[in-house]
Structures are given as C-alpha cells and as structure tokens.
C-alpha cells in the first residue's frame, strides 16, 4: 500500500558529504513523525535524526552539527544531509515513516535502505 524509494548513498571520502532523501508513494493521507536510521556492520541499529511533522528535529550527540534532517511534505519526501563524513559513519541507513494511511489509522514503515560508505 506504501512504498519508500531511498536514494544518495554511495562511496565518499572521508570529509565529503552525501544527501540522502526518502520518498513515499501510495495511499498516502500524510506523513507524521519519520526517523533516519543505521546499521554499521556487527552494530545494533541507531537512530541518528528524527523530525516531527511540524519540523522539530533531534539528533544523536554522534553526528549532531554534521547531520541534517529535514523534509518537503508536498512531495511526501524526507532528506539526510551527511556533511563532515568520517568513516565510522560507514552503515546502511534506513528512513522510517509514520503514515497515516487513513482517517483514523498511521502505520510505520521502513525504507530497505541505502549504503554509505566513508573511506579514509
């Protein structure tokens, strides 16, 4: 019913920087909450950046001032701006989103994720 496309990983060098974007299709009312996440191998996943639907955001204390969330709620789209990569944020990172998929129900979904790897 909701499909999220995410693009802008690829390889950077380190001190390079990369945007990610997260777009979401289908039946679709609205957007509230969304989070961008990742996966470094052997780590649990983390939550780096997080925004409200009325543009609030918050930020791990590991990529604080070089992380940038933010979103375009006619295009359903959220974007990842990475700048001052360092290798350890080398990860897969994944959006989530809160969609409301109707009047009085939102369901969560997550993107399958784009690599980003930082080389030194």
């Known amino acids: 019913q909701v499909q999220l496309v995410e693009s802008g990983g690829g390889l950077v060098q380190a001190g390079g920087s990369l945007r990610l974007s997260c777009a979401a299709s289908?039946?679709?009312?609205?957007?509230?909450?969304v989070g961008w996440y990742r996966q470094a191998p052997g780590k649990q996943r983390e939550l780096v950046a997080a925004i409200t639907r009325g543009g609030s955001t918050n930020y791990a204390d590991s990529v604080k001032d070089r992380f940038t969330i933010s979103r375009d709620n006619a295009k359903n789209t959220v974007y990842l701006q990475i700048n001052s990569l360092k290798p350890e944020d080398t990860a897969v990172y994944y959006c989530?989103?809160?969609?409301?998929?109707?009047?009085?129900?939102?369901?969560?979904?997550w993107g399958k994720g784009t690599l980003v790897t930082v080389s030194s």
């Open positions: 989530n989103v809160a969609v409301v998929v109707d009047f009085n129900r939102a369901m969560n979904y």
């Open positions: 289908g039946s679709i009312f609205s957007i509230n909450a």
